[in-house]
């Protein structure tokens, strides 16, 4: 295993003791709201705090964009790596006892992604990528859906919550998927939505209004396992666009397909 990858690991583990353990008893939980439905808790700060300890003794001059504390490190123009960090993916899901969420590591090396891990804690299932290395799942290989057709796939989403000038587009391509596949499902966290395409849970995916941190670890898994991730209008800069389109090879070019479609209405 990289020795990056390694250590992500090994902190993504230590952040999923920490959820673990506050799983038992969310009740006594000091939760705030950051915006309309959008919400930070403790554990999101201990599990990221954790994470930003060990990423900063191992790698000292690596910059880190975590979700909880922003952009921290060196900086400059002449930073080559950078860490995206989200401690707790799905934190909904997580104060209501759901038990769908996870810790999502990612390594930029000169805006290229290069590492990845996404962690469920509950289920212990580890998904890794290191770029030219593969996706793998608990130390086995994985690939995306060799689905084609549209009608017998299921397709993973998330709502754009936070900006509501999505909506309409957004229910315009729920509205032609629905019609047009097996089943869209909405789990509530995004890395693991990505890290399900990776393994051929789900065909394809897609959401605006989107992260980095809730992406970055996801869309490496997707493409070392042979599948494609753009934006939500098939360019190749998700994580500045703040959406993502991803999928199999036989399912990506429709959801981009659809989703052009329901921008032009």
């Known amino acids: 295993m990289d020795p990056m ?4 690991v090994e902190v993504a583990r230590r952040a999923g003791m920490i959820i673990r353990e506050a799983f038992r008893d969310p009740r ?3 939760v705030r709201s950051k915006l309309h439905n959008d919400f930070v808790s403790e554990v999101d700060t201990s599990a990221e705090a954790a994470i930003l300890q060990a990423l900063r003794e191992a790698y000292p001059d690596h910059e880190v964009l975590a979700e909880e504390g922003g952009l921290s490190g060196p900086g400059g123009h002449g930073r080559e790596y950078q860490w995206i960090v989200d401690p707790l993916d799905g934190t909904t899901n997580f104060l209501h006892g759901l038990p769908q969420y ?5 390594l930029l090396h ?3 992604l290069t590492q990845a891990v996404v962690y469920d804690p509950l289920k212990e299932e580890l998904f890794t990528a290191t770029r030219g290395g593969g996706a793998w799942l608990n130390g086995a290989r994985i690939s995306v859906s ?3 057709r549209l009608d017998e796939c299921v397709i993973g989403t998330g709502i754009p919550f936070r900006n509501e000038a999505s909506l309409d587009r957004y229910v315009a391509m729920l509205r032609d998927l629905s019609h047009k596949t097996a089943g869209i499902r909405r789990f509530g966290a995004a890395s693991l939505d990505l890290a399900y395409v990776a393994c051929g849970r789900f065909d394809g995916f897609w959401e605006l209004d989107i992260r980095p941190w809730d992406v970055a670890a996801g869309a490496l898994l997707i493409t070392e396992a042979g599948g494609l991730v753009a934006d ?3 360019r190749p800069d998700y994580l500045d666009r703040g959406s993502i389109i991803a999928g199999s090879p036989g399912v990506f070019s429709y959801l981009v397909e659809l989703s052009r479609a329901s921008n032009a209405r």
């Open 5 to 8: 990858l390694n250590t992500a």
């Open 28 to 30: 006594g939980l000091v």
């Open 102 to 106: 996870a810790v999502s590591i990612a």
């Open 110 to 112: 000169r805006r290229v």
């Open 146 to 148: 060799a689905e084609r």
């Open 232 to 234: 939500i209008d098939g």
